[in-house]
């Protein structure tokens, strides 16, 4: 049974390029999480999609945007990247709007901003 | 506003011993929490989870507990092992229905000691 993975590992990007991080979930869930950690922090929520829609958000500005396909992968994208966008990038999924609980976590995608 | 916090950065323990890691959390409305572990280089793991009409809940070795009276949750590892060792965060569901939006506390780092 796949759980959940994302890719690239790790990137680096320099200061006002984009970027975008791939999420596959584990199979049978179909919501998709996102989270970013900043080194010795906890994770912080950024949005979530479910039916190829975003459903909530967190306190991220539009240039956080995110993506949902058919087979239940998500996207997140960032543009203009700051320096302080440097931090690991989570995905988690679960099964269903009302499944918040057991989410599943990726090992993340490190992105170094430069 | 909402929010999750850890009493302690970093707990070190014995072998063998019982480990308690405390959290606090500030939401009064929060119906859900959930313990994760993440080990250096990986995703958050889930370890446990509580709703809010329960006050104690117990797994293999670990037992969660819920005090809504002082909004404290701790976390507390029977007979602790090397594998042991690693960041634990206490976690809420900040949506208004349990559909995934976690809040995570700073993190407690557990060092066992053989």
Redesign the interface.
Known sequence: DAG?TQSPTHLIKTRGQQVTLRCSPKSGHD?V?W?QQAL??????IF?YYEEEE??R?NFPDRFSGHQFPNYSSELNVNALLLGDSALY?C?S?LG????????????TRLTVT | GES?GLHLPTLSVQEGDNSIINCAYSNSASD?F?W?KQES??????II?IRSNMDKRQGQRVTVLLNKTVKHLSLQIAATQPGDSAVY?C?E???S???????????TTLQVKP
């Not at chain 1, 009302?98 to 993340?108: A, D």
């Not at chain 2, 229905?97 to 993190?107: D, V, Y």
């Open positions: 959940v919501t999480s989270y010795g922090q906890g994770p912080q929520f979530q459903r909530q967190g989570l988690a679960n709007m009302t499944g918040g609980y057991e989410q599943y976590f990726g090992p993340g | 999750v859900y959930i994760y280089g990986k995703g958050p793991q889930f989870d965060f976690a569901d900040a949506s229905s349990n559909t995934g939006k976690l809040i995570f506390g700073q993190g």
